[in-house]
């Protein structure tokens, strides 16, 4: 594990899919203000993707962070998905992310559609350096392609002095795990399968720890379903309409933290990094208000009483 870089992601990190416009479209301005007021509230992990927004995000993060000291803050971007220029004529994107179509996604995990993929992020951003790049989500597309072909760039790229850290983010464990097994990664970004709700990647983390591969834990609020005090019945999970038996097992975790004076998405947000394979905990945010209550959360004490609770409680007997 780079240290160098591990050392200064903080406990909480800011991801960039929302100011990316997912789902829908939120202003320039906001978006700039939702990362100042990270930048404000103490982060100083910023991740984000060509992915999000079809370059959105990365230009608006860029906006803030180039007028930032450079030394003071830990950026990451992803390659695999290479943004090729098009037409939008009256198109959105039909990955659900509210922007014009004006460029198409190319899955490229050759050598030269890496570097091209970082030397356009790094353009978009307005920097001349990311400190860490990750694999984007090789399971969606070819997983033993990643593996032979992208994985050995990722190391040639570190060993060049261009990335000082490389890792790989997905929403697959399993996935993670053979990466983990098959390259001496620095980081895996792990998105929702590690998190108060439920941990089916208990084994990569373990892994992780006898590898000395650090995890960003992502999706800790399992897609929304964990992001408020009270668990609606339009609440999400995995990108979609939770279940039924998913929002009966949210309330009681949610029930069970009230017990001991704790809100669920303060549970949400602590509970990876209890982990010692877990080195930060990264979340988006559409606004400056949602970035605050993140921070403010994250920097609330939750009692290890909730913790011995939370083992021992099943959905059955919570």
């Not at 179509?101 to 490229?108: E, G, K, L, N, S």
Request: hydrophobic letters at 40%; charged letters at 25%; one cysteine or more.
């Amino acid at each position: 594990m780079s240290a160098a870089v591990t050392g200064k992601l903080g406990r909480l990190g800011f991801g960039g899919a929302g100011i990316g416009n997912l789902y829908s479209a939120i202003p320039d301005g906001e978006a700039l203000a939702t990362v100042l007021a990270a930048w404000d509230a103490g982060v100083r992990y910023f991740d984000t993707a060509p992915h999000y927004g079809l370059g959105l995000s990365e230009q608006r993060l860029g906006a803030v962070l180039r007028d930032k000291p450079r030394q003071d803050f830990v950026i990451s971007t992803k390659v695999g998905r290479r943004l090729e220029r098009q037409d939008a004529a009256g198109h959105k994107d039909p990955e659900g992310f509210a922007v014009p179509a004006d460029a198409v996604r190319r899955w490229d995990f050759s050598e030269r559609g890496i570097r091209q993929s970082l030397e356009d992020s790094l353009e978009r951003l307005g920097l001349d350096r990311v400190d860490i790049t990750y694999l984007h989500d090789p399971d969606a597309f070819d997983l033993d392609a990643g593996i032979r072909q992208a994985l050995p760039v990722l190391e040639k790229l570190r060993g060049e002095g261009l990335v000082d850290a490389i890792g790989v983010g997905t929403n697959s464990a399993e996935a993670a795990l053979a990466c983990v097994e098959a390259t001496d990664l620095d980081l895996v970004m792990l998105a929702g399968r590690y998190t108060l709700l439920e941990q089916p990647g208990v084994p990569l983390l373990e892994r992780c720890v006898a590898r000395g591969t650090g995890v960003v834990a992502v999706g800790a609020f399992n897609s929304g379903l964990l992001a408020r005090p009270e668990v609606p019945d339009d609440a999400h999970y995995n990108y979609g309409q939770a279940p039924r038996e998913v929002l009966d097992r949210a309330r009681a975790l949610a029930a069970l933290c009230r017990d001991f004076g704790v809100e669920l998405p303060t549970a949400a947000l602590h509970f990876p990094l209890r982990h010692p394979a877990v080195v930060n905990v990264t979340v988006g945010a559409r606004s400056a208000g949602q970035v605050a209550a993140n921070a403010e959360r994250m920097d609330t004490s939750v009692p290890e009483e909730l913790w011995a609770a939370v083992e021992r409680w099943t959905p059955e007997s919570p």
